[in-house]
C-alpha cells in the first residue's frame, strides 16, 4: 500500500528544537520530489518545504528559511524536516506529501499528519 | 511571492447543487494549479493537478479550468461528502502558495 506516516511531533518550548520524521511505502521513494506542508489550528494550509528525490535541491518558505532544514534517507525511505528556533507561529499539523510523478512538484499524496505544539 | 485569491470564502449550497469556485492568482502561472479538498481532522485530498486533470480515483463531477492567472473548481450535483473546504495551489513558482480555501457548507 502507498502510504506516508508522518511521527515526531509533541509539545516543545519557544526556542526549542524538534525532527519529524516522514516514513515512506508502497512506492520508490528515492525518485520522488517530497514536501512538507503545515496547517495551524483553524487556518488553512501553508507549504513550508521540499527536497528532490537525489536530496540535492532544497527549497524553504521565508517564514522558516534558517530555522528549518529539509532532508532525507533514501536507503530508510524517510524523509525529515529540523525544526529549530521554534516560535507559537509555528504550531500546527505538519503534513508529508508526496510529488505524483517524478520531476513534478504537484503532490498526489499526503500523510495524515503530526501535530507540533510550541508553548511554554 | 505568489498571492492566490480564492472567492467565495464560504458558500451555501444544496445537495444536488452545481458550485463553483474561483481561484486568481497575483501573476500568470501558467496552467501549474492544483486543487484540494480537506474535511475537518483529516489530511487533505488531491483532486486536481495542472488545472484540469483529475487524480486517479476522483469523480468526474470535479473538474477545473483556467490558464494563467483565472481557474475554477467546479463540482456538479453535490452529494452530502462533497461538504468540505476547498484549496488551490500554484506549484509553478517558490514558494508555492496556496489559496486561503473556500468553505462549502451545507445550505
Known amino acids: 500500500e502507498v502510504q506516508l506516516v508522518e511521527s515526531g511531533g509533541g509539545l516543545v518550548q519557544p526556542g526549542g528544537s524538534l525532527r519529524l520524521s516522514c516514513a515512506a511505502s508502497?512506492?520508490?521513494?528515492?525518485?520522488?520530489?517530497m514536501s512538507w506542508v503545515r496547517q495551524a489550528p483553524g487556518k488553512g494550509l501553508e507549504w513550508v518545504s521540499a527536497i528532490r528525490g537525489s536530496g540535492d535541491n532544497t527549497y524553504y518558505a521565508d517564514s522558516v528559511k534558517g530555522r528549518f532544514t529539509i532532508s532525507r534517507d533514501n536507503s530508510k525511505n524517510t524523509l525529515y524536516v529540523q525544526m529549530n528556533s521554534l516560535r507559537a507561529e509555528d504550531t500546527a499539523v505538519y503534513y508529508c506529501a508526496k510529488a505524483r510523478i517524478v520531476g513534478n512538484w504537484d503532490f498526489d499524496l499526503w500523510g495524515r499528519g503530526t501535530l507540533v505544539t510550541v508553548s511554554s | 511571492d505568489i498571492q492566490m485569491t480564492q472567492s467565495p470564502s464560504s458558500l451555501s449550497a444544496s445537495v444536488g447543487d452545481r458550485v463553483t469556485i474561483t481561484c486568481r492568482a497575483s501573476?500568470?502561472?501558467?496552467?501549474?494549479l492544483a486543487w484540494f479538498q480537506q474535511k475537518p481532522g483529516k489530511a487533505p485530498k488531491s483532486l486536481i493537478y495542472a488545472a484540469s486533470s483529475l487524480h486517479h480515483g476522483v469523480p468526474s463531477k470535479f473538474s477545473g479550468s483556467g490558464s494563467g492567472t483565472d481557474f475554477t473548481l467546479t463540482i456538479s450535483s453535490l452529494h452530502p461528502e462533497d461538504f468540505a473546504t476547498y484549496y488551490c495551489?500554484?506549484?509553478?513558482?517558490?514558494?508555492?502558495?496556496f489559496g486561503q480555501g473556500t468553505k462549502l457548507e451545507i445550505k
Open positions: 495551489q500554484q506549484y509553478n513558482f517558490y514558494p508555492f502558495t
Open positions: 501573476q500568470g502561472i501558467s496552467n501549474y
Open positions: 508502497g512506492f520508490t521513494f528515492s525518485t520522488y520530489t
